[in-house]
Structures are given as structure tokens and as C-alpha cells.
């Protein structure tokens, strides 16, 4: 019993991030970084029914608070004089809004950062063309994306929001910091 409970705590322990993985601002310093981020809180999962990519009204779009959240990361961004070459985003409103708010450079939508949840899109076909991108440019670069694109880029499972730091080793990204602002209460 006691090495079930073991197992279950150091699992769930796991589960969450630490302050010094949340929080990761050296691993911004190289001037060759890609950031990954999670568009800002957009509560709920997934688009509902009758989603347009073309009309933010049919789609799952960011709240006050997650308006709030881009903003501030954008500031803390810019407290830190850290900037990018490059800003892509997906197509959805949520990332574009994010990508907007965070203030760090006029976004441009690359439509590999375009969801692939439930089945829309191509998983695969999307992760390639998004590396193979990241392979022919240079510079510190920021893709603002989806949940699924991150996890399949990194194998992380970002909150709304989390920035994640990586770098392209043989033709993957290799995760070098995270940092989490949550959205303001």
C-alpha cells in the first residue's frame, strides 16, 4: 500500500509544474530561440458547431481575462527587453488575439500553427511543415499556437497562455524552459 501511494504521489507530482520550470526566463537569452505559446484563456474546448476560421463569432475566442493575460505577458516580454525577428500565429481568432496582444511584433499567420483537434487538419502533414519552416529561418521566433501543435511539436502539454523555450536540434525542437503567467484572477 505504501509503495502504491509512493508511486501516486511522485506521479501526481509530476503532473505539476515546478516554479523553476514555470518560470525559465534565462532560457530566452539565445538569440536563436523558438517560443512556442498556448493562445491566452479562451475558456471552454475545442470550436463549437458551425466554426468558421473566417468569423471569430463562430469560434471559442479569448475572455477578459485571458485579453488580460496576453497583455501582461507581452509586458513582462517587454520589461525584459526581449523581442522577436519573427511572430507567426494560427489562423484562429484566439491565437491572432493573443499574438496581437502580447505586443511583441506584428503577427503573420502560418498555416501549419492551425489546429488539427478533432480530427480538422493534419497532424503530421502540419508538425513537418511547421519544422521544416523553423529549419529555414533564422532568428528568435515566436509561434503563437494550439494545445495540440505544441504537444506534437514537443511533447508538452501547455496551459492557455504557457510560453515554452526550445531550440532545433536534428530536425526537432528540444525544450529548454517554460514560463506560466496565469491569467489575472
Known amino acids: 500500500m505504501r509503495l502504491r501511494l509512493s508511486a501516486l504521489v511522485a506521479a ?3 503532473l505539476v509544474p515546478t516554479t523553476a520550470l514555470s518560470n525559465d526566463w534565462d532560457a530566452l537569452k539565445a ?4 517560443v512556442l505559446m498556448r493562445h491566452a484563456l479562451a475558456p ?3 470550436d463549437p ?3 468558421q476560421v473566417d468569423d471569430c463569432a463562430t469560434q471559442r475566442n479569448l475572455d477578459a481575462r485571458g485579453r488580460a493575460q496576453a497583455s501582461d505577458i507581452g509586458a513582462q516580454f517587454a520589461a525584459r527587453d526581449i523581442g522577436f525577428d519573427t511572430v507567426w500565429t494560427s489562423a484562429w481568432c484566439r491565437c491572432r488575439d493573443t499574438a496581437e496582444l502580447l505586443d511583441l511584433g506584428a503577427p503573420e499567420v502560418l ?3 492551425n489546429s488539427f483537434f478533432a480530427g480538422q487538419g493534419d497532424r503530421a502533414g502540419q508538425t513537418a511543415a511547421t519544422l521544416a ?3 529555414e529561418t533564422g532568428g528568435r521566433r515566436l509561434l503563437v499556437t494550439h494545445q495540440v501543435n505544441i504537444t ?3 511533447g508538452v502539454f501547455p496551459q492557455s497562455g504557457e510560453v515554452i523555450v526550445t531550440e532545433l536540434k536534428d ?4 525544450v529548454t524552459g517554460r514560463i506560466l503567467i496565469e491569467p489575472p484572477k
Open 12 to 14: 501526481l507530482c509530476w
Open 31 to 34: 538569440d536563436d530561440a523558438i
Open 44 to 46: 471552454g474546448g475545442g
Open 49 to 51: 458547431s458551425g466554426f
Open 111 to 113: 498555416p501549419s500553427l
Open 133 to 135: 519552416t523553423l529549419a
Open 152 to 154: 506534437a511539436l514537443t
Open 171 to 174: 530536425g526537432a525542437l528540444r
